[in-house]
């Protein structure tokens, strides 16, 4: 089949047949329905259910039909695989019918994205060894940065679904006990003073494994839909006076931001990469054959300046190995959970993808834009992040973007 699409634009945007991401989008006011992003437009796919122009996917009636893409995602790779294949055909250069479907093709200018996946569990991971290296050095200066677990398993604590929000949501800065301002002196409670961005990948499941089973490492790809950015916004001081001993908790769990855009498994494959090597060997449950490692170019922009630039196929901890660990205990996955990497940094400054390490623990101001300079989010601060794969000029595949705005306590 061609690679080529009769959509104008749809060509070298990274949302060409290449990618054919999922999201859900609405008119203003009016309820959300499923789509898949072709340029800048959304293909309706309610629609072309409706038309009978999906029918050799095989999918049951009403599937594509609702707000939410949970009921795809409990279908499985097979009925993955044919409803991508039937769509990467009706919009071919060769497709037939182009009338039809043009019908079911709305500018994305005309709508507004949405969650477009029930969160029924979030995990985030540490995946990145240079970003757990990093934090290890500003924490225990005098120790080893990485704690004696941290190459023996994907580390990782469960999040708070409800607070996940699709990208545009404004982030509220939290309230929260904050740390003592001198050894031995009382904690107070108020609106975060270091409130932090995380560059992450996140990946949604699709049908998952009975309660007192597990995943295999080796059949992890089976159950992953596909992948979004994920902003897991930070609260440093909360989290630093709270993370002792059990974690993390109301430092993270007042927002967690996604992309709108679903990219599909499947059009990731041409950019598997080897992982870094891993030593010591993993255990058995944990060790996967081929190349788990995603070639993504990164980005993070605050307040209209990049200020870091980083890739995913570093991260130490694959996402075979995460959903293998997650579930290694025999806790079931659903359709629609959400599994993120933890922060994605690279080895140098530059290529870090949170501002406690790209300012050293606010040591260092970063500049950004209008000539000005922060260590942690001012109130009014826009983030955004990106991510492709391929030449940013003209991507294979995009993931569009995480964006969100801080809004005063």
């Known amino acids: 089949m061609s690679e080529s699409s009769w959509v104008p634009g749809a060509d070298g945007s990274g949302f060409g047949l290449q990618n054919l991401p999922y999201g859900a989008v609405a008119r203003h006011g009016r309820e959300p329905r499923l789509a898949v992003r072709v340029g800048d437009h959304a293909l309706l796919l309610g629609v072309l259910e409706e038309a009978g122009l999906l029918a050799r996917a095989g999918l049951p009636a009403g599937t594509l039909g609702g707000p939410l893409l949970n009921p795809l995602l409990a279908l499985g790779r097979p009925a993955w695989s044919a409803l991508r ?6 919009l071919s250069d060769a497709a037939n019918g182009r009338a039809t479907v043009q019908t079911a093709l709305v500018p994305l200018a005309e709508l507004e994205p949405r969650l477009p996946f029930a969160v029924g569990d979030y995990v985030d991971f540490y995946s990145s060894i240079e970003h757990a290296s990093n934090l290890g050095r500003m924490f225990r200066p005098d120790s080893d940065p990485l704690l004696p677990n941290w190459r023996r398993l994907p580390v990782g604590y469960h999040g708070r679904a409800s607070s996940v929000v699709v990208s545009g949501t404004p982030v509220r800065r939290p309230h929260g006990q904050l740390p003592p301002a001198e050894a031995g002196g009382e904690p107070s409670f108020g609106p975060t003073r270091r409130l932090d ?35 897991d916004w930070s609260a440093r001081d909360v989290q630093r006076w709270e993370y002792q001993p059990l974690g993390p908790f109301l430092g993270k769990s007042f927002a967690t931001s996604v992309s709108p855009w679903v990219v599909p ?33 990164l980005e993070v922009e605050l307040e209209g300046a990049v200020v870091s630039r980083t890739n995913s196929s570093g991260l130490y901890w694959t996402f075979p190995q995460q959903l293998a660990h997650a579930t290694a205990n025999g806790t079931n996955a659903r359709p629609g959970d959400l599994y993120a990497s933890g922060t994605i940094s ?19 101001p970063l500049a950004v834009g209008n000539g000005s300079q922060r260590t942690f989010l001012e109130d009014g601060d826009t983030v955004v992040l990106r991510g492709w794969c391929g030449p940013r000029e003209a991507p294979s595949v995009s993931f569009g973007e995480v964006r969100g705005t801080i809004a005063p306590a």
Do not use: C, K, M
């Open 197 to 231: 961005i995380e560059l992450e990948l996140g990946f949604v499941t699709g049908p998952g494994n009975p309660l007192g089973t597990s995943i295999a490492a080796a059949d992890a790809a089976d159950h992953v839909f596909g992948f979004v950015l994920v902003n």
């Open 265 to 297: 498994l499947e059009a990731l494959d041409p950019f598997r990469v080897p992982a870094p090597a891993q030593d010591p060997a993993p255990l058995p449950y944990l060790r996967t054959d081929g190349s788990w490692g995603l070639d993504i170019a």
């Open 346 to 364: 690279g080895p140098e400054p530059g290529t870090y993808g949170s501002l406690i390490e790209l300012t050293w623990g606010g040591r260092d």
């Open 85 to 90: 294949a039937q769509l990467r055909e009706l």
